[in-house]
């Protein structure tokens, strides 16, 4: 999802008294609702996203909780993330889509998720989309797989990158065709709480555009949780093993920041399958 800040390889760093500033800070934030609204009723997850980190930043605490309650969750990745190189000398463009190939395979591994798909499509910029085929290739997944929920971005794509609304729209095009009834699609978004706390510290970063993100009350989401203790710590060590994208990130806000912005993921009701 981000696509601005150049690292080094390996697991983003930081020290022993950064980790356990960043802990506190996000077992505070647990503590003061520990909350997980609509989590036990998922069943199957389908994440579809568009580049490598997309799952993480919004979903990683959701699918690991997911994963160790037995259930099944597949991800899908539509493109390899080798557009995402800010930095040319360190990161050069022809070797992005092998290094973030690593990365997310990494991240899924620690988070335990151990079904995942590549559409293998070409990531160029925030305003090339993505070929028309995903309609078709994620409407024989979904009709395979038969999930109870999709993970997925809104029609905003969340930052207003092209690829995140194409995906968008396979998924939901794909629960509407070849959906289970019963079955549901939720949006990405974001807490008004979270916006007002964390979208300034963004803004060096130009992530989010105009608009954007989309933003929806605690009472509207379909899906909200508040991690906390073991899963929060899954989550960032997923989230840090995409080096090529966030090492920069945590060095600028610090870790109490990092550990409690990383400690909220929110979904708001997409479309039902009647």
Same mark, same amino acid.
């Given at each position: 999802?981000?696509?601005?800040?150049?690292?080094?390889?390996?697991?983003?760093?930081? =020290?022993?008294?950064?980790?356990?500033?960043?802990?506190?800070?996000?077992?505070?934030?647990?503590?003061?609702?520990?909350?997980?609204?609509?989590?036990?009723?998922?069943?199957?997850?389908?994440?579809?996203?568009?580049?490598?980190?997309?799952?993480?930043?919004? =979903?990683?605490?959701?699918?690991?909780?997911?994963?160790?309650?037995?259930?099944?969750?597949?991800?899908?990745?539509?493109?390899?993330?080798?557009?995402?190189?800010?930095?040319?000398? %360190?990161?050069?463009?022809?070797?992005?889509?092998?290094?973030?190939?690593?990365?997310?395979?990494?991240?899924?591994?620690?988070?335990?998720?151990?079904?995942?798909?590549?559409?293998?499509?070409?990531?160029?910029?925030?305003?090339?989309?993505?070929?028309?085929?995903?309609?078709?290739?994620?409407?024989?997944?979904?009709?395979?797989?038969?999930?109870?929920?999709?993970?997925?971005?809104?029609?905003?794509?969340?930052?207003?990158?092209?690829?995140? %609304?194409?995906? =968008?729209?396979?998924?939901? %095009?794909?629960?509407?065709?070849?959906?289970?009834?019963?079955? %549901?699609?939720?949006?990405?978004?974001?807490?008004?709480?979270?916006?007002?706390?964390?979208?300034?510290?963004?803004?060096?970063?130009?992530?989010?555009?105009?608009?954007?993100?989309?933003?929806?009350?605690?009472?509207?989401?379909?899906?909200?949780?508040?991690? =906390?203790?073991?899963?929060?710590?899954?989550?960032?060590?997923?989230?840090?093993?995409?080096?090529?994208?966030?090492?920069?990130?945590?060095?600028?806000?610090?870790?109490?920041?990092?550990?409690?912005?990383?400690?909220?993921?929110?979904?708001?009701?997409?479309?039902?399958?009647?």
């Amino acid at each position: 999802m981000l696509r601005r800040c150049p690292a080094e390889r390996g697991p983003a760093r930081i =020290s022993r008294k950064g980790k356990q500033a960043g802990r506190e800070a996000g077992q505070e934030a647990g503590r003061e609702a520990g909350q997980e609204d609509g989590m036990d009723e998922l069943g199957t997850i389908l994440g579809v996203w568009a580049h490598p980190d997309d799952e993480c930043y919004l =979903s990683a605490g959701i699918m690991a909780r997911a994963v160790r309650n037995g259930s099944r969750v597949v991800c899908v990745t539509a493109t390899r993330g080798e557009g995402g190189s800010m930095d040319e000398e %360190k990161w050069p463009p022809e070797n992005m889509g092998e290094v973030r190939t690593r990365e997310l395979e990494r991240s899924l591994e620690i988070l335990g998720v151990q079904e995942h798909i590549w559409f293998d499509m070409q990531d160029v910029d925030m305003e090339t989309g993505l070929p028309d085929e995903g309609f078709e290739r994620v409407g024989n997944l979904v009709a395979d797989i038969q999930p109870d929920t999709i993970l997925t971005f809104g029609p905003d794509g969340m930052t207003d990158h092209a690829a995140h %609304k194409d995906v =968008s729209a396979w998924a939901t %095009k794909a629960l509407m065709d070849a959906g289970k009834p019963g079955s %549901k699609v939720l949006y990405a978004t974001v807490t008004p709480e979270w916006a007002a706390e964390f979208v300034p510290i963004w803004e060096p970063f130009n992530v989010f555009r105009p608009g954007t993100p989309p933003i929806t009350p605690r009472d509207e989401l379909a899906l909200y949780v508040e991690l =906390s203790g073991e899963i929060l710590e899954q989550k960032v060590n997923a989230i840090n093993a995409h080096v090529s994208q966030v090492e920069a990130i945590v060095e600028a806000v610090g870790p109490q920041v990092w550990w409690r912005e990383m400690s909220f993921e929110a979904f708001r009701p997409g479309e039902e399958r009647g």
